[in-house]
């Protein structure tokens, strides 16, 4: 393909240029709440966009790894006896980075495990195998919340004080929201870094790449699949902490809604590419909280989805994508 | 064609001694939609009377039985309509309970005190199916040329749109209380078994088998059709069918409309019955329960997704209710984990009907993909797939 080197400085121009228009439309808050929502659909699309660009499988149950996330982190924050506002610092963080790494290695292997036994036997069956198994494994997860939480929904202990506001340069900013937002960015340049410097990172492109040649180089593909898995999840999980911290509420549908907005992210940025997963999350937080503002609330979800199928339409392979050729 | 159909894939007539098997086979093949009345007539009237019998007449009484019967068989309509496009032509639709609300509301708008109209509910039978089978063709117009996974999204997509639209169309729909009061079909004495209404499930449930006997009736014949093939065709390789001169849009896009209108006259006939129609009747876990039976039944075979159908209906409605009440009768100690608290004898196991579809999926999937009544074509196409993508695997590692 050519490479037209205006195009790399265009896109981010034309962003910043409708970010400052909104920011004037919606004020601070509204700004940065969509940043924060934004973060979450970005975290959770990072898993669709890995998933699918290694192994061409529509995750549907990982919007549902995402809402089992922020139950592991409801059940570790209330079993260790916090129910609100960690005022002494050094322990909130050391709370919040034992409660990120448990959650995230748990829902990593959780991911693993559903990759074993759901994906990987349906790995050469026909397309739509897979796709069901995945439907499956969604509704699967949610009854096991189901069972052991109840249908209602739940309101964790917070252990971040969400009033607590700081001034950056005359802008006044919540601090959980501002934490939130630093997380996600800090995650997913991680992931940049691993996928673009690491041995296992190039194997994982690689396999996305031409599977079989990737195993004629070497590359063990079983476990380069189950590490995209364990990443993917993880994402996911610390998602689902970001949900308790900022929101403070989880329920066992969560995952439904919160999964197709996040698959909209992916394909809106362009599936299988990752800067575009992060990208598109951020564009669906501002649209959400755009059609929010403007009050269009009850017809948010609508617009989402209609998004969803006008890009899928008219360019399927997103505002990043690479040309698939026969895929889309 | 027909014949060699019906013998493969005959499972209950195996049963049979020989001699009788083949004489019915042989009959099947040469009269198929008069075998499809006849199969439908002899189960409709076998299952009231069986449930006269113990163990069921346990469970409830014969018309509670008939009124589950009925209602059963709007999912048996819309498994059938759903195995048109997922089993026969292969494109994964995961909102199709959308086009079961477009008839429902297409019904309770044209027949209700809400909309001071009262148009007879025979011929919306057939309305409702023509404006489903209409949005049926304006979705898939534009998205039937994205592949399947994607189209999957788009249907899903469309699927949680359509309820949306309903629940904020206040002046055309009531909003989140929906339609009440929807008027029920009268019969003319047409079939001299009392009138339509709550209590007296009796017209509903013949009125259910007529449509049913008539849907498997046409389906069967669209299966042996030049279109029936045509979708086979597609399913299994759409470059190949495209190449060969099918017409892959127009193919598809016929699948998708007569699915659709399968699902609307399904909608006309539940608004009818439950004389009520509000937007969350219609979620995702209706497109997916639908799913669930074409997926058990076995895809691409019309009989086995209504025996699916039908089955996993019972286990919803009756089974997992009587399970529960034994269950609670019999006082099973709680499990206690520290914080978590698993009490088994508590548990509502209807609540949990959606576990059950969710592990009948993977397991399926897992074991066998062909469904329990699998239709003999796609058994072969699936494992077949398998093997040969095992093999190429296998000469890939060798060289």
Known sequence: MRRRPGRALLVPAILLLLATLDWSYMGTEQFV???????????????????????????????????????????????????????????????????????????????????????????????????????????????????FFGPSVISAPQVMDVQARVNLGGVDVSVVKLFVIAVAFILMIALQTFVSRTRMGRAMRSTAIDR??????????????????????????????????????????????????????????????????????FLIGFIEVNSTVAGFSRWSEAIVFGILVLVLVFRPTGLLGQQLGERA | MSARRLQGGSAPLRLLPGALRRGVERFAGRHQSLAVLVGVALVGAFLPVIVGVPPFSGFGNRNDFVDGFANAGVFVLLALG???????????????????????????????????????????????????ATFGILLGAPTLRLRGDYLAIVTLGFGEIVPV?????????????????????????????GSFGFGNPWPYYVTVLAIVAVAMMLLYRLQDSRLGRAWVAIREDEV????????????????????????????????????????????????????????????????????????????????????????????????????????????????????????????????????????????????????????????????
Do not use: C
């Not at chain 1, 790894?65 to 006896?81: A, C, D, N």
């Not at chain 2, 995961?94 to 909309?115: K, Q, V």
């Not at chain 2, 206040?170 to 079939?191: E, W």
């Not at chain 2, 019972?314 to 034994?326: I, R």
């Open chain 1, 33 to 147: 709440n969509a940043l924060t929502i934004g973060a979450v659909y970005a975290l959770i699309a990072l898993g669709y966009t890995m998933v699918y660009g290694i192994i061409e499988l529509i995750n549907f149950a990982h919007g549902d790894v995402f809402m089992v996330g922020s139950f592991v982190t409801y059940w570790l924050l209330s079993s260790l006896g916090f129910n609100g506002t960690i005022s002494d610092l050094p322990l909130l963080v050391v709370v919040l980075v034992g409660t990120f790494l448990a959650a995230m290695v748990v829902m990593g292997g959780i991911g693993v495990v559903i990759e074993r036994f759901a994906y990987r036997p349906l790995r050469n069956a026909p397309r739509l195998a897979p796709l069901i198994t995945a439907i499956g494994v969604s509704f699967i997860l949610q009854n096991i919340i189901q069972i």
């Open chain 1, 212 to 281: 079989d040649a990737a195993q004629l180089m070497g590359v063990d593909i079983n476990t380069t699949i189950a590490v995209t898995f364990f990443i993917g999840s993880a994402l996911a999980g610390a998602a689902g902490v970001v949900q308790v911290l900022y929101l403070g509420t989880t329920n066992f549908q969560l995952g439904f809604q919160a999964g197709l907005k996040a698959f909209t992210s992916a394909v809106l940025g362009g599936i299988g590419n990752i800067t575009g997963a992060a990208l598109g999350g």
């Open chain 2, 82 to 132: 759903l195995n048109v496009v997922v089993g026969l032509a292969g494109l994964l639709d995961l909102g199709y309970a959308a086009f079961f609300a477009i008839g429902s509301y297409a019904y309770a708008y044209s027949a209700s005190p809400f909309s001071h109209l009262d148009v007879p509910f025979w011929p919306m039978l057939l309305v409702g199916a023509m404006v489903a």
């Open chain 2, 165 to 193: 639209v309903f629940l904020n169309s206040d002046t055309y729909t009531n909003g989140t209380n929906g339609i009440s009061a929807v008027y029920q079909p009268s019969a003319y004495g047409l079939f001299g078994i």
């Open chain 2, 240 to 399: 190949a069918a495209a190449s060969m001169g099918v017409n892959t849009v127009t193919t598809k896009l016929l699948a998708f409309a007569i699915g659709a209108s399968t699902a609307g006259l399904a909608g006309v006939f539940n608004a009818s019955k439950l004389s009520l129609v509000s937007p969350d009747q219609f979620g995702f876990t209706v497109s997916f329960t639908i799913l669930a039976m074409v997926v058990l039944g076995g895809m691409g075979n019309i009989w086995g997704v209504a025996i699916g159908a039908f089955t996993l209906y019972e286990v919803q409605s009756v089974f997992l209710k009587q399970l529960t009440n034994f269950v609670h009768g019999i006082h099973l100690p709680a499990v206690d984990l520290g914080f978590l608290r698993l009490d088994i004898s508590a548990i509502d196991f209807v609540q949990y009907q959606f576990l059950l579809y969710g592990l009948a999926l993977v397991s399926m999937m897992l074991l066998r993909p062909e469904g329990l009544f699998p239709s003999r074509e796609r058994k072969r196409e699936l494992h077949e797939s398998a093997e040969e993508a095992a093999e190429s695997n296998e000469e890939v590692v060798q060289a």
